[in-house]
């Protein structure tokens, strides 16, 4: 993918980008990110007349387009589950707690996760039983910073640049079982890695599959009324508590990954990492073949590496 900005008018960018097929898109972007206009020649227009692949390259064009105006112009244009930067700063937040915090925000969840298979692991959701009966199961948790983005965006340039680098992320996620909280206090040191502070979580919803195909969900607590930071998507595992930490930040940086997947461009080396992330991305790469499967930590991929394997094929 490539772009250029020409220009604005009224009140719109005017955006051309060229998508991995080398068709040339041509895209206005309101302030708030609503795309006004999109033209192209490459595929049809008629979304229902495109194949799979065509339709997700428009698709890319138009998340790519919009991370361009968003990098290029500082324009808060990206919705907060598309945008990098903010699941990265809630990354690094994390990664500055220590474990009892961490077990206040995130124990509920991890408990939750590792309920199913792990029979001395009581439940902490009152959930019907049938839901437990379900193939596919996955728990959100959404995660608010304090800081606004532009704060976020200067922390993630600066204390990520340290922190979160190739050779800390290979190390904190496919080393061996050790406690993930002692890992990484033996990678990172004990000092604070950044200013950003994790103002609170909601409580965890559960989404799942009846046997009609319905996508049903079963909504908790959420102490805001805007859109979160991130949105930790976990899939029932037998999830232990040496990694609890492991399996959220995983979790987070193969979100990381999806963004810039779903932009159509390869995501920063450090960033090159196999797992779940976003539940809507492991749906496209299992149904469609023209992505490789980057949920699946047994993948071979080129440049992308495995995570300590978490008995996740079951679910997928």
């Known amino acids: 993918m490539q772009a250029n900005i020409l220009g604005e008018d009224a009140g719109a960018v005017i955006v051309q980008v060229f998508d991995n097929n080398d068709v040339e898109h041509a895209l206005a972007i309101e302030s708030d990110g609503e795309i006004q206009e999109h033209g192209q020649e490459g595929y049809p227009d008629n ?68 309920s199913r298979d792990l029979a001395d692991v009581e439940p902490p959701l ?30 993630v340039r600066q204390a990520g640049s340290e922190v979160l680098t190739e050779q800390t992320i290979q190390e904190l996620v496919t080393t061996d079982s050790q406690n993930f ?28 599959f009846e046997d009609t195909n319905e996508d049903r969900i079963i909504e908790s607590d959420d102490p805001f009324d805007r859109e979160p930071d991130a949105r930790i998507e976990l899939f029932p595992t037998e999830l232990t508590p040496e990694f609890y930490g492991l ?14 997947i779903g932009m159509g461009v390869e995501p ?10 976003k539940d809507k991305y492991t749906g496209k790469y299992y149904h469609f073949d023209f992505y490789p499967n980057y949920f699946d930590h047994e993948a071979d991929i080129p440049g992308y590496s495995p995570p300590i394997p978490m008995q996740l094929d079951q679910y997928l």
């Open 268 to 277: 920063p080396a450090q960033y090159r990492i196999l797992g779940p992330g």
């Open 126 to 155: 009152d959930l019907p039983p049938e839901v437990y009966n379900e193939q596919f199961i996955v728990y959100h948790q959404h995660v608010y910073l304090e800081d606004g983005l532009e704060t976020i965006q200067q922390e």
């Open 247 to 260: 399996y959220i930040v995983n979790n987070l940086i193969c979100q990381i990954r999806d963004c810039y």
């Open 47 to 114: 979304p229902k007349e495109r194949t799979n692949e065509e339709d997700e390259t428009v698709s890319q064009a138009r998340r790519f387009a919009r991370y361009h105006v968003y990098r290029e112009k500082g324009y808060d244009i990206l919705p907060p589950a598309e945008n990098p930067d903010r699941i990265a700063g809630v990354l690094l937040a994390i990664l500055d707690l220590d474990q009892a915090e961490f077990e206040e925000y995130f124990g509920t969840l991890c408990r939750q996760v590792g």
């Open 181 to 208: 909280f002692s890992k990484a206090s033996s990678l990172l040191g004990d000092r604070s890695l950044t200013d950003l502070s994790i103002e609170g979580v909601s409580g965890v919803h559960t989404r799942y």
